[in-house]
């Protein structure tokens, strides 16, 4: 049953993953060529655009779909018939038969694998949505620092905001504290699992029965997230006069230093000279 539920959830959450790139890539096509600033060390770094900032998560996100379709092909083995783990030689169970109408790729052939697959399985499909979640909370940490006062580079609508318990002028953006909070809560989650498994010896032992809550609540967990992420970019809006007016001359102070290199000066002068007219 554990199985069946993990081919079922972990194709949904590949389908709203798929989604979610979806959304990314609208609001690429939409707002994308929109200049802003890049980052480095917190501090305005070189320019850079709407389009690669979105677009670094999307192809970030691309990269977890093929770890969640290499899990789904692992996972995707049929354990029933290997009895308490060790399996059966009187009645000649059909494996292959219940592994066809179980809708599974192939049998788990061998017994004692069956059981030991148990918390396996689960604690590597959360490491997979590990990686999802570990983009979305990036994200997440962008759009808090980027939608303050102080930037306002971007804004959602005022149904993705609270208001404060004591200052009426406030508009908080607590989804986005929340998606963030939820990374380190599903990280818990997988990591519960890890450490009640590991070192286990072989056979059947009941501390598996403790992996089954922290997967439940992880699998959900994630997909909830994935949704809310998905909502907030779809209404995701660029501020663009903000965000250009942001992109000052020093960004392009490395493309300055670079022109003198390709005009045969040594990278060490031609970083001095720009770095004398920038202070």
């Known amino acids: 049953m554990t199985r069946l539920f993990s081919k079922k ?3 949904e959450i590949k389908k709203e993953v798929e989604v979610l790139i979806e959304e990314l890539e609208k609001q690429i096509k939409k707002q994308g060529k929109i200049k802003m600033p890049g ?3 917190m501090q305005r770094a070189m320019p850079s655009s709407v389009s690669m ?3 670094s998560y999307r192809d970030g996100l691309k990269d977890d779909l093929i770890i969640l379709n290499a899990v789904a092909e692992v996972i995707d083995q049929n354990p029933l018939g290997s009895a308490a783990g060790y399996g059966e030689s009187v009645l000649g169970l059909d ?3 219940t592994t066809k ?3 599974f790729k192939r049998v788990q052939e061998n017994p004692m694998y069956c059981g030991f697959s148990r918390g396996k399985f689960e604690n590597i499909i959360l490491q997979a949505i590990s990686g999802v979640m570990f983009d979305i909370g990036k994200i997440s940490s962008d759009l808090l620092l980027f939608t303050t006062k102080e930037f306002n580079f971007f804004t959602l609508p005022d149904s993705f ?3 404060s318990s004591i200052m009426p002028q406030k508009k908080n953006y607590d989804v986005l504290e929340l998606v963030r ?3 380190g809560i599903f990280n818990g989650y997988q990591h519960q699992i890890e450490n009640v498994i590991k070192n286990l010896p072989s056979g059947y032992n009941r501390d598996f029965q403790l992996t089954k809550e922290p997967y439940l609540k992880g699998m959900k967990l994630a997909q909830d997230t994935i949704e809310v992420m998905t909502l ?9 006069e903000n965000l250009e007016n942001a992109c000052s001359a020093e960004l392009y102070a490395t493309d300055e230093a670079l022109k003198l290199v390709k005009a045969g000066k040594s990278f060490r002068e031609a970083y001095q000279e720009v770095k004398e007219k920038y202070q």
């Open 53 to 55: 900032w979105l677009g």
């Open 95 to 97: 494996r292959k038969f």
């Open 9 to 11: 959830k972990l194709l």
């Open 232 to 240: 907030v970019i779809k209404d995701l809006e660029a501020k663009k």
């Open 161 to 163: 905001k609270t208001g």
């Open 181 to 183: 909070g939820n990374v």
């Open 39 to 41: 980052y480095t060390h």
């Open 101 to 103: 109408e179980l809708g």
